[in-house]
């Protein structure tokens, strides 16, 4: 089970109105921000519901709303302190602090003991005073959950660490025994001594000899730590040679992962595998911390890495020998990253891959609506060429370059200008111009983020580079992966080499900008411009000259894609193909992005739909779910079907693809055309052929919520076996 | 000190809503009640912070104890019952 509480679910000093109800909205939208909950609304709603029966203000000045929600994923605090206070009901006055509460509705037992433990902690004097007192965020987490553990922390410890990091529990096992014998007595000792003043975080008895596993001599332990600071640059390696330093003095194998500014030389899995503790010593957060999951660890800043190296190493010793201490949380096997972790190039390039995209598309979203909103008012003669002295520039950069507010264009220059006035084709220029000069950073910041992803803060100029001379030699999208890639690879590259201590600092700011940028930039440029280019001329003229049966084959390939797992990397895939080839110069783009938009908003509409015509085939949240599915999918956030597939994937699923392929197939074969990413039935300006449109949409809706409809109501009699069929769809 | 032991009726246990319920009426009442779990620590019923210190569940053992027989009946109902219906 995940952490209940992270920093992002921590506010001080938060004034969010003057009500209860805005501080139990906002906490709400916290929660729904860091994904646990589907829906923020109604997450509000239910502690709403909760609240009005009877109020949950305390005796000394805190608050406690809570419920448990079906919109709720996982067991879940979030922490606001109020300023001003606000009223929650308690006689003894407003609360300035406030804890909220949301547990999954299944969660009873989660709920029950959460709220107390909770309770337990808050009646110490001590620990509301240091709720108060906290400065940052992370204190306020570290407070909490040592306060609140987790319900079952063996299982979490046990089952967090899946693939590589399964053996994690026993090699620290073994370890820590080995400990026992070279360098326990003299850490035990040393730690005793400074449990004097071990900070109130640690835990509550770690000095009480748990070291009495067997003993397997001869080998250090292995002790991990990371260090960060801000910059990156001074700090982060103090204190890694502090702690390098102190590990020697005390006898363990201490391994120091910098996390600066260069990018980190990530620890080796082989090593973390082997590892017994981990300590912290960072000023802001741990990169990929999941890789330490299960392991004990000590938090602190990275100063007292610095001054205090030799308590931390104690320290941590002592937690490596003791149950209770406090281990890094997080579930290792969880999500895209663990086949990362598992050393997975596929799988890192993945999610570099998908970094890129989603730092790109605002740039799009940005872009494609300005350019749509520029033909709206300039009609779209605006980005005709054939204008100005030497014949080649665009009528926009002509008006723009020409003209201005106090002297207008000649409305005739454009025929399909809105009004047809001067006003407007002005306006529409500059709308166009603005729109096509944020599309131009489409594929640079495509390549400059997939690099980021690979090689942090020095990949970015590299790849922007990179990702720019695609551009130049008309590579496009293809062009942006390719540079934005071999950018990363190469920065993460330079990174790794071992430099003067003197130098270091010099690295990420001159060295690694420098070279990445000259070697994968020059390779872009030179050696690989060309067939780069080639590949996306053939690939843009096979789309473009795509017509009839296989333009519609792959509308209803990229329609199924699309609602296969809305959302998912299935679905992501889709959307991306769609946006990274959107360009207002290739109408065979504009098709795709079309077919891809419409195939997303099916879902939630056939389920809307379906909801609405049969009620009784659902249960009362579906209904309700139905309702605020419609708006969903009208602006295509496929999500809001998922609650009904996850509930019934094996009916849900097929026939909601059956539906997006029905749209994806008409949309293409139909030619429907949008220049816009995102936004549903409200970017309707940035389409053309707004009847088929509708008529692509209409018709997968119809075809998925028929499909549903009877899935349900043929299987609703079946028998509750096949309902926990695996999906193999 | 007289005491009771009842069951916890309210589904999800003595939580927040069910704890309030109970210190308001104890502190209406103005007699000493306390609550706990067998072998636990008794904690004053007039504040619903430190009932929900027991961590008390549906079904799980309380003892009520007062000096004040009706008053203990009293809250001791209010455990028995299940405050968390509508």
């Known amino acids: ?729 | 000190m007289p005491s009771i032991t009842v069951k916890v009726g309210s589904s999800v246990g003595l939580h927040a809503r069910p704890a309030t319920i109970i210190s308001e009426k104890a502190e209406e009442l103005d007699a000493d009640v306390t609550l706990a779990v067998p072998g636990g620590d008794p904690v004053d019923a007039d504040s619903s912070l430190m009932i929900m210190t027991l961590g008390a569940s549906c079904g799980d053992d309380v003892v009520v104890s007062s000096d004040d027989e009706a008053a203990m009946r009293t809250i001791a109902a209010l455990v028995e019952q299940d405050l968390d219906a509508e």
């Open chain 1, 1 to 729: 089970m995940a952490e209940l509480i992270t920093t992002e679910l921590v506010d001080l000093d938060a004034a969010y109105g003057a009500t209860k109800d805005d501080v139990i909205t906002a906490l709400a939208a916290r929660i729904a921000e860091a994904g646990r909950s589907t829906d923020a609304g109604r997450l509000a709603a239910d502690v709403f519901a909760r609240e009005a029966k009877s109020s949950t203000g305390m005796p000394g000045r805190f608050a406690i709303p809570h419920c448990r929600s079906e919109y709720v994923l996982e067991p879940t605090l979030a922490f606001a302190r109020l300023s001003p206070e606000i009223d929650f009901g308690a006689k003894d006055g407003p609360a300035d602090l406030v804890f909220m509460i949301a547990a999954p509705a299944s969660g009873d037992q989660v709920h029950m003991k959460l709220l107390t433990q909770l309770a337990r902690a808050l009646v110490r004097k001590e620990f509301t005073a240091a709720l108060r007192a906290a400065q940052t965020e992370q204190e306020i987490v570290d407070l909490v959950r040592d306060a609140v553990q987790p319900p079952a922390p063996k299982e979490a410890a046990a089952a967090a660490p899946a693939g590589s990091a399964a053996t994690t529990g026993d090699a620290a096992a073994t370890t820590t025994g080995a400990a026992a014998t070279t360098s326990g007595a003299a850490a035990e000792a040393g730690f005793a001594g400074e449990s004097g003043h071990a900070s109130p975080l640690s835990p509550s008895n770690p000095a009480s000899g748990t070291a009495t596993a067997s003993a397997r001599a001869g080998e250090p332990m292995t002790i991990l730590a990371v260090t960060a600071c801000p910059t990156g640059i001074a700090h982060t390696f103090m204190a890694a040679e502090a702690l390098e330093n102190a590990g020697k003095k005390a006898g363990v194998h201490l391994v120091v992962e910098p996390q600066g500014s260069v990018g980190a030389d990530k620890l080796d899995p082989a090593v973390i595998a082997k590892a017994s503790a981990i300590i912290f010593a960072t000023d802001v957060g741990v990169r990929d911390k999941d890789r330490f999951a299960g392991l004990p660890e000590i938090s602190t800043s990275v100063k007292n890495g610095i001054h205090e190296a030799d308590q931390l190493v104690a320290r941590a010793i002592a937690a490596a020998g003791d149950p209770q201490a406090r281990r890094v949380s997080g579930t290792a096997a969880s999500g895209d990253g663990a086949p990362a972790r598992a050393g997975g190039w596929g799988a890192k390039l993945k999610n570099a891959v998908l970094t890129g995209v989603s730092y790109m598309i605002p740039f799009v979203a940005a872009g494609g609506l300005l350019i749509a909103l520029g033909f709206l008012l300039g009609g779209y003669e605006v980005a005709k060429s054939g204008f100005g002295k030497d014949g080649a520039t665009s009528l926009a950069d002509f008006v723009l370059g020409t003209h201005s507010l106090t002297n207008l264009p000649d409305g005739s220059l454009s025929p399909h200008a809105l009004l047809g006035s001067g006003f407007t084709l002005y306006l529409g220029a500059a709308l166009f111009k603005l729109g096509a000069l944020a599309f131009g950073f489409l594929v640079p910041a495509l390549a400059g983020y997939i690099a980021y992803a690979i090689a942090d803060r020095p990949g970015i100029a590299p790849g922007f580079t990179a990702g720019a001379v695609a551009g130049f030699t008309g590579g496009g999208f293809l062009g942006g992966l390719v540079g934005g890639i071999l950018a990363g690879f190469v920065a993460a590259w330079i990174a790794r080499w071992k430099v003067p201590a003197f130098a270091r600092g010099l690295m990420p700011v001159v060295v690694i900008p420098l070279l990445a940028t000259l070697i994968s930039g020059g390779l872009m440029l030179v050696v690989l411009g060309r067939p780069l280019a080639w590949v996306t001329t053939s690939l843009q003229d096979a789309l473009n000259g795509m017509s009839g049966t296989s333009a519609i084959a792959l509308g209803a390939i990229l329609g199924l894609m699309m609602c296969f797992d809305m959302g998912g990397p299935v679905n992501k895939a889709a959307y991306a193909f769609a946006t990274a080839g959107l360009n207002v110069d290739q109408p065979a783009t504009l098709k795709i992005m079309a077919a891809v938009m419409l195939a997303g908003m099916v879902p939630p509409l056939a389920l809307a739909l379906s909801t609405a015509v049969r009620p009784r085939l659902y249960n009362a949240a579906e209904r309700e779910n139905g309702k605020a599915a419609w708006l969903l999918g009208a602006s295509f956030i496929s999500e809001g079907a998922i609650p009904f597939a996850a509930a019934d994937p094996v009916r849900v699923i097929p026939s909601i693809m059956a539906g997006g392929a029905v749209t994806g197939a008409i949309s293409m074969a139909s030619g429907v055309q949008l220049s816009a990413p995102h936004g549903g039935v409200f970017v309707l300006f940035a389409v053309s052929g707004i009847l088929m449109f509708f008529v692509a949409l209409l018709a997968g809706v119809l075809v998925a919520a028929a499909a549903v409809t009877v899935a349900k109501s043929t299987g609703a009699r079946r028998t509750a076996v096949e309902d926990d069929a695996p999906v193999t769809v």
